[in-house]
């Protein structure tokens, strides 16, 4: 036991060294070249601040994800559960894009609305899917499953619709949510996400004992004494706000809270105490590391962020699944 816990420190110590090259790399590398040198000096001084603020709104968002993809496959017991295939993802989404559409998202007011509609739109989606997979007062694991796939496929489709409808400008907006990006200029709304975002994943690590008790089956931990239902409801409120916070500033990026803790959990083995801050670390290094090759892959156009994870996250997830079943 004492091994296996120095190794998982051991693990995510050279997580945090990676995580601190690849952001400096991600500082100092972009669409254009330009010398670390002369960025220092302060001759472009809005290029330095812009590539900072994106480090860090990457390392905010893969955060995030990665744990409300731990969470939510503690929870569901089930490896495959994520924000994405829960449907969260696209109600987070819809919401800040009927944000967008109904024009609350500029001004003064769209500091505040916009994160708001996109929790909304979370939560909303997270209850109804809840309710649609209860059956007598009891969750299936399986419907649950299929009850966000249907949801996130409706919501798909609503989404499409509005893309359909809306002017040249709110399509632009809309696309934009659909692809994903971590350019974002308002350094306000970048703040209060990063607020959100690191208040949920502080107190998801409160939860370590909680999540690894069921995962043991709900009846063996209400032997134990937790109060699983009201437990569960917490995790989920966590999970929802955080997929929230970071659709409404990223838009939608997939795969991240699916094979990053798949990843940590063969590396670190299911211990909450351990998977869940090296998820958190593993989900930051692993999107800048994207961010970073959306950047100079194709220089100086910019491929979205969405496209990257997804060209890296299938493969990778697909190998993983094949090495567990071998």
Same mark, same amino acid.
């Given at each position: 036991?004492?091994?296996?816990?120095?190794?998982?420190?051991?693990?995510?110590?050279?997580?945090?060294?990676?995580?601190?090259?690849?952001?400096?790399?991600?500082?100092?590398?972009?669409?254009?070249?330009?010398?670390?040198?002369?960025?220092?000096?302060?001759?472009?001084?809005?290029?330095?601040?812009?590539?900072?603020?994106?480090?860090? +709104?990457?390392?905010?968002? $893969? /955060? !995030? =994800?990665? %744990? #409300?993809?731990? @969470?939510?496959? *503690? &929870?569901?017991?089930?490896?495959?559960?994520?924000?994405?295939? +829960?449907?969260?993802?696209? $109600? /987070? !989404? =819809?919401? %800040? #894009?009927?944000? @967008?559409?109904? *024009? &609350?998202?500029?001004?003064?007011?769209?500091?505040?609305?916009?994160?708001?509609?996109?929790?909304?739109?979370? =939560?909303?989606?997270?209850?109804?899917?809840?309710?649609?997979?209860?059956?007598?007062?009891?969750?299936?694991?399986?419907?649950?499953?299929?009850?966000?796939?249907?949801?996130?496929?409706?919501?798909?489709?609503?989404?499409?619709?509005?893309?359909?409808?809306?002017?040249?400008?709110?399509?632009?907006?809309?696309?934009?949510?659909?692809?994903?990006?971590?350019?974002?200029?308002?350094?306000?709304?970048?703040?209060?996400?990063?607020?959100?975002?690191?208040?949920?994943?502080?107190?998801?690590?409160?939860?370590?004992?909680?999540?690894?008790?069921?995962?043991?089956?709900?009846?063996?931990?209400?032997?134990?004494?937790?109060?699983?239902?009201?437990?569960?409801?917490?995790?989920?409120?966590?999970?929802?706000?955080?997929?929230?916070?970071?659709?409404?500033?990223?838009?939608?990026?997939?795969?991240?809270?699916?094979?990053?803790?798949?990843?940590?959990?063969?590396?670190?083995?299911?211990?909450?105490?351990?998977?869940?801050?090296?998820?958190?670390?593993?989900?930051?290094?692993?999107?800048?590391?994207?961010?970073?090759?959306?950047?100079?892959?194709?220089?100086?156009?910019?491929?979205?962020?969405?496209?990257?994870?997804?060209?890296?996250?299938?493969?990778?997830?697909?190998?993983?699944?094949?090495?567990?079943?071998?």
């Amino acid at each position: 036991m004492v091994i296996r816990e120095m190794k998982s420190k051991n693990i995510i110590g050279l997580l945090i060294l990676l995580l601190m090259v690849m952001a400096v790399l991600s500082v100092f590398i972009g669409a254009v070249w330009i010398s670390p040198l002369r960025l220092l000096s302060g001759q472009n001084p809005d290029i330095l601040r812009l590539r900072i603020v994106r480090t860090i +709104l990457a390392f905010i968002a $893969g /955060a !995030g =994800l990665s %744990a #409300a993809g731990v @969470i939510l496959q *503690g &929870l569901l017991r089930n490896p495959l559960a994520e924000p994405c295939v +829960l449907g969260i993802s696209s $109600g /987070a !989404g =819809l919401g %800040a #894009a009927s944000c @967008i559409v109904l *024009g &609350l998202s500029s001004g003064a007011l769209g500091l505040g609305f916009l994160p708001l509609m996109a929790f909304l739109g979370a =939560l909303l989606t997270m209850i109804l899917v809840y309710n649609l997979a209860k059956t007598n007062g009891k969750i299936s694991i399986y419907n649950l499953l299929l009850s966000g796939v249907i949801v996130s496929a409706v919501l798909s489709a609503i989404l499409i619709f509005m893309v359909s409808i809306s002017t040249r400008e709110g399509l632009h907006s809309i696309l934009w949510w659909l692809l994903g990006s971590l350019q974002q200029f308002d350094l306000k709304l970048v703040i209060v996400t990063g607020v959100i975002v690191t208040a949920c994943l502080s107190a998801s690590l409160i939860f370590w004992r909680d999540l690894n008790i069921i995962t043991l089956g709900e009846e063996p931990a209400i032997h134990l004494g937790l109060r699983v239902e009201a437990i569960k409801k917490i995790l989920f409120i966590l999970a929802s706000l955080l997929t929230a916070g970071v659709v409404s500033v990223c838009g939608l990026i997939g795969f991240v809270g699916l094979i990053v803790p798949h990843l940590m959990r063969i590396l670190l083995g299911p211990n909450h105490k351990f998977l869940l801050p090296s998820s958190i670390i593993g989900g930051g290094l692993f999107l800048i590391t994207c961010d970073l090759l959306s950047r100079t892959l194709l220089s100086p156009v910019e491929i979205p962020i969405g496209v990257i994870t997804a060209l890296i996250g299938g493969p990778l997830f697909i190998t993983l699944l094949r090495r567990k079943r071998g």
